[in-house]
């Protein structure tokens, strides 16, 4: 059984760098053909996706975050990762890791609330 | 890219049916038979109960079913239970370049 668990600091202060990692466990991250994506929901809200990553490094981000967004892959820890730079109060969410197997999310993980605020 | 449009609540009593729909464009839904619909209840991960427009996932209930019609797809939940109150939300596939959006959901209340 796949799951993902996302960890990383629940608190930035405006202007820093987001920082996220999404572990895998139960199986490969570069086993078969999926996507790694994260997407977000602020509180109240609906989701939001952010971006995906390929085992090659390959990458697609949403347009409306793209300029601020990286998403890495590190196949040796079995990890993903997010980083959302320059981040404002409207960055506020919870924060989930997902795997994209061929058109639809099966697996996700239970979420992490990053927060924005000095 | 827009988010796709669903009714911000819907309800039914036990027993009842209700569908959800989810509009969107020539770009998105219109082109793809790749709408999903996950189940989210309060403080928990969205789950998939509809996938590639009409398929269920095994072990989800058979009174969750999936349908489209030109820009707009829809999600009927039959027989309707407690359990289902929840918030609902579609998503498209909408290309390779930048390939997924979402509704905004719709909160689905059992009277």
């Known amino acids: 059984q796949v799951q993902l668990q996302e960890s990383g600091p629940g608190l930035v202060k405006p202007s820093q760098t987001l920082s996220l990692t999404c572990t895998v466990s139960?199986?490969?991250?570069?086993?078969?053909?999926?996507?790694w994506s994260w997407i977000r929901q602020p509180a109240g809200k609906g989701l939001e996706w952010i971006g995906r990553i390929y085992t090659s490094g390959s990458t697609n981000y949403n347009p409306s975050l793209k300029s601020r967004v990286t998403i890495s892959v590190d196949t040796s820890k079995n990890q993903f990762s997010l980083k959302l730079s320059s981040v404002t109060a409207a960055d506020t969410a919870v924060y989930y890791c997902?795997?994209?197997?061929?058109?639809?999310?099966?697996?996700w993980g239970q979420g992490t609330l990053v927060t924005v605020s000095s | 890219q827009s988010a796709l449009t669903q009714p911000a609540s819907v309800s039914g009593s036990p027993g009842q049916s209700i569908t959800i729909s989810c509009t969107g464009t020539s770009s998105d839904v219109g082109s793809y038979n790749l709408v999903s619909w996950y189940q989210q209840h309060p403080g928990k991960a969205p789950k998939l109960m509809i996938y590639?427009?009409?398929k269920r996932p095994s072990g989800v209930s058979n009174r969750f079913s999936g349908s489209k019609s030109g820009n707009t797809a829809s999600l009927t939940i039959s027989g309707l239970q407690a359990e289902d109150e929840a918030d609902y939300y579609c998503c498209s596939y909408a290309g390779s370049s930048t390939p997924w959006v979402f509704g905004g959901g719709t909160k689905l209340t059992v009277l």
């Open positions: 590639e427009g009409s």
């Open positions: 139960g199986g490969s991250i570069s086993s078969g053909s999926y996507y």
């Open positions: 997902a795997r994209e197997k061929e058109y639809y999310f099966d697996y």
